[in-house]
T-cell receptor
Framework: AQKITQTQPGMFVQEKEAVTLDCTYD???????LFWYKQPSSGEMIFLIY??????QNATEGRYSLNFQKARKSANLVISASQLGDSAMYFC????????????FGTGTSLTVIP | DTEVTQTPKHLVMGMTNKKSLKCEQH?????MYWYKQKAKKPPELMFV???????INESVPSRFSPECPNSSLLNLHLHALQPEDSALYLC?????????????FGNGTRLTVT
């Protein structure tokens, strides 16, 4: 079974609008971390935001927020006020307590911001 | 600016060449990783070093040889590569291998094997 599922291969959003990128995960560990990364066409993987399994509040970092629904095992990334520079691949990832060395990546979502 | 530095940014090599990729971090991280990434795909784990010891080798062919000379440096030695090894090679580090530690990536080396 896939540990991380991203069902949106490509997304388009109008500049200045908000967009939600979906991520669902599968784990039986009580302790796990969820991460989102941005990868522009230049190639670098940029760490955006982290949510821990015990965190009561949704994580926020500037224009990025994570809609964490533990019972549904989803960790969607919300980008507010989209900018042209947000056009990139976005990867959701997970790390578990029992397999700490492993980072499980989803297949990614390609986001295009339209002027 | 990324705090994980990879050199070179681009590398073109023939199938008989020997080359090395280098990675350096000065964040005091004790876990370092090599990933291989093909276009439009997620990164694939190759190797993990934890406290300078190889802890994971994801059944990588022996033409890829990792080395961790010290806690700040990670090398990937390449020999007799195949054209299908052409990819983006990403180095990453984390404070440890705990479940709440993010990976911090370098900018990657784009490798082309001719």
């Amino acid at each position: 079974a896939q540990k991380i599922t991203q069902t949106q291969p490509g997304m388009f959003v109008q500049e200045k609008e908000a967009v939600t990128l979906d991520c669902t995960y599968d784990t039986s560990d009580p302790s796990y971390g969820l991460f989102w990364y941005k990868q522009p066409s230049s190639g670098e993987m940029i760490f955006l935001i982290y949510q821990g399994s015990y965190d009561q509040q949704n994580a926020t970092e500037g224009r990025y927020s994570l809609n964490f629904q533990k019972a549904r095992k989803s960790a969607n990334l919300v980008i507010s006020a989209s900018q042209l520079g947000d056009s990139a691949m976005y990867f959701c990832a997970m790390r578990e307590v029992n397999t700490g060395n492993q980072f499980y990546f989803g297949t990614g979502t390609s986001l295009t911001v339209i002027p | 600016d990324t705090e994980v530095t990879q050199t070179p940014k681009h590398l073109v090599m023939g199938m008989t060449n020997k080359k090395s990729l280098k990675c350096e971090q000065h964040m005091g991280h004790r876990a370092m990783y090599w990933y291989k990434q093909k276009a439009k795909k997620p990164p694939e784990l190759m190797f993990v070093y934890s406290y300078e010891k190889l802890s994971i080798n994801e059944s990588v062919p022996s033409r890829f040889s990792p080395e961790c000379p010290n806690s700040s440096l990670l090398n990937l030695h390449l020999h007799a590569l195949q054209p299908e090894d052409s990819a983006l090679y990403l180095c990453a580090s984390s404070t440890e291998t705990g479940w709440n530690s993010p990976l911090h990536f370098g900018n990657g080396t784009r490798l082309t094997v001719t």
